[in-house]
Nanobody, 123 residues
């Protein structure tokens, strides 16, 4: 069974930084794109950043420059470095992974989600 376990959320003052991590475990045949989404109260879930297996990245327009996504393929882990955090960044952050589980369809990756980690930016 595949699991995504996030860590690194918490309370931070405006202008501060946090680093989120998401480790994927279980019986995995191959990893594909990974990413981070967030959902603020009363709003829809939105893409924060995504990264391909070979390291190509994509960011929400408003976040590029403050947030950096990276991954360690050997550890099946994706990271999100968040700098200069602002109150509007307050949200639950969700890890997303596209992968082929063991015995899955090689050409049809499945999508998995983490349980979410709360990030609160407040003085």
């Amino acid at each position: 069974q595949v699991q995504l376990v996030e860590s690194g959320g918490g309370l931070v003052q405006p202008g501060g930084s946090l680093r989120l991590s998401c480790a994927v475990s279980g019986s995995i045949f191959s990893m594909h794109d990974m990413g981070w989404y967030r959902q603020a109260p009363g709003k829809q879930r939105e893409l924060v950043a995504a990264i391909t297996y070979d390291g190509r990245t994509n960011y929400a327009d408003s976040l590029e420059g403050r947030f950096t996504i990276s991954r360690d393929n050997a550890k099946n882990t994706v990271y999100l470095q968040m700098n200069t955090l602002q109150p509007e960044d307050t949200a639950v952050y969700y890890c997303n992974a596209n992968l082929v589980p063991e015995y899955g369809e090689i050409n049809s990756p499945d999508e998995y989600w983490g349980q979410g980690t709360q990030v609160t930016v407040s003085s």
